[in-house]
């Protein structure tokens, strides 16, 4: 029987990650796969004003003592944001430069990205336990990063083998977002990237999708309408909701049936589904929180002996 953990959309959370280390020996699985998005969405400066840092988040306006500034850095991070400790002169320089500020998030994503495939090495280095993979919100910098790393396996674009003759197929690549990110594309597009993946596989009957993109209205993809302003659309109803998955990832799941499906991407749509033989997970993402949630999915033979969403 193989044991595996799968997470999704950790956002740069420094805690989320430290927590992903852990799940191998805590529930003791096989293997753990995380899927993207890997990376932080904002840089947060705090700036230095006398003795006391003053930052700004979520609308809200804080002023600290130098001596918290470690403590406040680290609740940030853990967040997924990528704090950045600077002078008042460097804060008007960055706002009058788009591409300084575009070297400057490249430059804090990376670091963190290095720091976390650094702190797997002591338990990981050489062993093949951990699968991790970008998606839409991550820059080409991260490929670069795990494909160098000897503590994770990276698997975007590839098939990868798995103890007890498993194969898995990753694909990060989603359909059109509002937010314009780094890997999405038409879903006529990124057909053909997954039927090349998917004729690497000898078999299906064995077989991961490891898609970021949930399959499209499949339950695993239901978020809210948005707005040309990204507000939420609301109407007499209440918040309106539609489908936002990937019509090329279910035309994969319903033609080639393979095993199993792991996607995220749609946080709010934790659940699973089944297409036949095929079943489909999307654990969600508290990642704000703190808090990871995962799948746990025991495989045995040809068949899904179970699965269960858990938090870490």
Sequence with gaps: MLKLFFASDVHGSDICWKKFLK????????????????????????????????????????KIPTTQLDEECLKVSNAGYYPYPCEKEEVQRLSKDEQAQTDLFNQLMAKRMQEWVDAALPRFKGKSQLYVSPGNDDRPIVDEILEKSEAVVACERKLVHLPDGYDMVTCGWVNPTP??????????????????????????????????????????????????????????????????????????????????????HIHESAGFRRFGRTLCVNPGSEYAEGVLRGYLVFLSGEKVQGHWRVAS
Excluded at 31 to 56: N, Q
Excluded at 229 to 248: R, W
Aim: a neutral charge; hydrophobic letters at 35%; aromatic letters at 8%.
């Design 179 to 264: 937010w314009k990110t780094a890997r999405e594309t038409p879903d006529e597009k990124i057909e053909p990237m997954l039927e090349e993946l998917m004729r690497k596989a000898e078999s299906t009957q064995k077989l991961i999708c490891n898609f970021h993109a949930p399959p499209y209205n499949s339950g695993l993809d239901t978020a809210p309408k948005l707005t040309s302003d990204f507000s939420v659309k609301v109407s007499i109803g209440g918040v309106e909701l539609a489908p936002m998955g990937s019509k090329a990832v279910r035309k994969m799941i319903e033609k080639y049936k393979p095993l199993l499906g792991l996607h995220g």
């Design 23 to 62: 799940v191998v020996d805590y529930y003791k699985v096989d293997l753990a796969i995380l899927g993207g998005d890997l990376t932080g969405k904002m840089v947060v400066p705090f700036v230095k004003d006398g003795t006391e840092y003053a930052y700004s988040l979520f609308g809200r306006d804080t």
